[in-house]
């Protein structure tokens, strides 16, 4: 079964960030009437700041059954919950926080083991346990992608790159982008799912979209490449900045 992929830009960042918020809280809520529950799979870094508040107010936040969805992180960085850096506390703090969600819904990945290796070995099971429970597919996969290409915590040329298919989760080590130590889910994960949500805002990110994007490519060099969610839909939502080499 074919990705069906889209590409949209927009002028400006807010119009990008306004339409990925419609988009987010459509397939979440279509999920919930067709198969009675959601699953979500969040990113960090600039979606905190920009796309979480504003799922978390009006009008986004009523359009969506919160209590029927369930959320899982994409990538996590390897610090405390407390941590400033932790993606789970900034999109607690920009969103989690600020709608109904049930507590025993939000799967944060377990940063309190001395060995993150400890940690992805939950992650997995946690992965697979709601995978199972939704049909086997996630309904939605936010990520980011970085001026060097990453996406999660999927870095170009890392070894992590190379997980067995079977491992939903792997520990990043020594990755380019602070802090060093990640846990991330893998192609494997992202691609059981029936929507992937890439989003890039700014001038940074033009040229690691067109080499995402155009040409024939490599998927060592562009991890975003690996993620092809079969039967599913691949969007890749840009502002004129991210998107002008396309
Ligand atoms: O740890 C993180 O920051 C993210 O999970 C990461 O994958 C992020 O999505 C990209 O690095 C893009 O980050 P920006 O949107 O902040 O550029």
């Known amino acids: 079964m074919p990705v069906q992929r889209t590409i949209r830009v927009y002028d400006r960042a807010e119009e990008l960030y306004q339409a990925a918020a419609a988009l987010v809280s459509e397939q979440l809520q279509t999920a919930i009437n067709e198969r009675g529950r959601a699953l979500v799979a ?3 870094g600039s979606l905190t700041a920009y796309l979480y508040p ?7 936040r009523e359009q969506i059954d919160w209590p029927l969805v369930s959320v899982l992180f994409a ?10 850096e932790n993606t789970y506390r900034a999109t607690r703090q920009t969103l989690l926080d600020h709608v109904p969600v049930q507590a025993e819904q939000v799967f944060p990945v377990p940063t309190y083991y001395r060995e993150p ?20 597919k996630f309904d939605v996969v936010l990520l980011g992608i970085g001026p060097d290409g990453h996406t999660a915590s999927l870095f170009p040329h890392h070894p992590a790159l190379a997980t067995p298919a ?3 989760a792997v520990v990043v080590r020594d990755a380019p982008k602070p802090p060093p130590v990640r846990l991330s889910l893998t192609p494997t994960a ?3 799912a029936r929507s992937v949500v890439f989003i890039a805002s700014g001038e940074s ?3 690691a979209v067109a080499a995402a994007l155009t040409g024939p490519g490599n998927p060592h060099a562009q991890p975003t490449r690996l993620i092809q969610p079969e039967g599913g839909s691949l969007y ?3 502002d004129r900045a991210a998107g002008r080499l396309l």
Not at 75 to 84: G, H, L, M, N, S
Not at 118 to 123: D, G, S, V
Request: aromatic share 14%; no cysteine; net charge negative.
């Open 42 to 44: 969040f990113s960090g």
């Open 54 to 60: 504003l799922l978390a107010g009006t009008p986004w």
């Open 75 to 84: 990538d996590e960085r390897y610090v405390p919950f407390d941590d400033a």
């Open 117 to 136: 290796e400890q940690a992805a070995a939950i992650y997995h099971q946690q992965t697979a346990a709601l995978l199972a429970a939704h049909g086997g």
């Open 166 to 168: 079977d491992k939903l």
């Open 190 to 192: 992202f691609n059981a």
């Open 205 to 207: 990110k033009a040229a």
């Open 236 to 238: 890749w939502l840009v």
